[in-house]
């Protein structure tokens, strides 16, 4: 096979796989009030790597810490708290990304401490976390809001990517890159 060869068809492997992201994504828009979703409730959004860097300087994500992410999308923040050296899972329905994701986690060799379930997202068992690192929507950053104290730590980190909670201030905002910690203590 010739090199040109190779190249066309690594183009059509990158396209199929793509266009598959795509289609389990299943789009729709809502014109009347303009709200983007899929089947499972969020579109498929790749976090930044300059957001994704700050993300994990507010996470200060260290070893011992339990990660997760809240619709992991390809891995990449559950690979970066991994690498970090924490405890990292990823709940996830496209099971194009979960596949990714997965092999993505065996070649880095993280497999020990970075898991990605192929899982709704509200069925997480939020007592197991000290950090969360989001990027939802605003109306799934209300239902997590509520969850959050069934965490069994007395304080967690939240980190958010473009979206904030309705009624807690961040303890610190990155406005240029749109990324919000919050620390919330047990009361
Ligand atoms: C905005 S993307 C974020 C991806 C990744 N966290 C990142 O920052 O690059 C949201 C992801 O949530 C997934 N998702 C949507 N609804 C979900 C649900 N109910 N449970 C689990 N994952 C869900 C979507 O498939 C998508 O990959």
Do not use: H
């Not at 970090?84 to 497999?111: D, F």
């Not at 690192?133 to 939240?158: A, F, G």
């Amino acid at each position: 096979m010739s090199f040109l060869q190779i190249v066309v068809l690594s183009f059509y492997i990158l396209l199929l796989l793509l266009l598959t992201i795509f289609i389990t994504s299943q789009f729709w828009i809502d014109i009347s009030n303009m709200k983007l979703k899929s089947k499972f409730g969020l579109p498929y959004v790749p976090t930044s790597r300059r957001r994704l860097r700050k993300i994990m300087e507010f996470a200060e994500v260290k070893p011992g810490d339990q990660v997760i992410d809240l619709g992991s999308g390809d891995g990449r923040m559950v690979i970066a708290a991994a690498r970090a050296g924490a405890y990292a899972v990823g709940y996830e329905l496209n099971p194009v990304l979960v596949w990714w994701s997965r092999i993505k986690i065996k070649c880095l060799g993280l497999s020990k401490n970075a898991v990605i379930l192929r899982k709704d997202l509200f069925k997480a068992d939020f007592s197991k976390y000290n950090v969360y690192l989001l990027y939802t929507m605003p109306w799934v950053m209300d239902k997590i809001q509520n969850r959050l104290n069934e965490s069994k730590y007395d304080t967690i980190r939240v980190v958010s990517n473009t979206f904030q909670f309705g009624d807690i201030e961040p303890l610190k905002s990155a406005t240029k890159e749109k990324v919000y910690l919050y620390e919330i203590k047990k009361s």
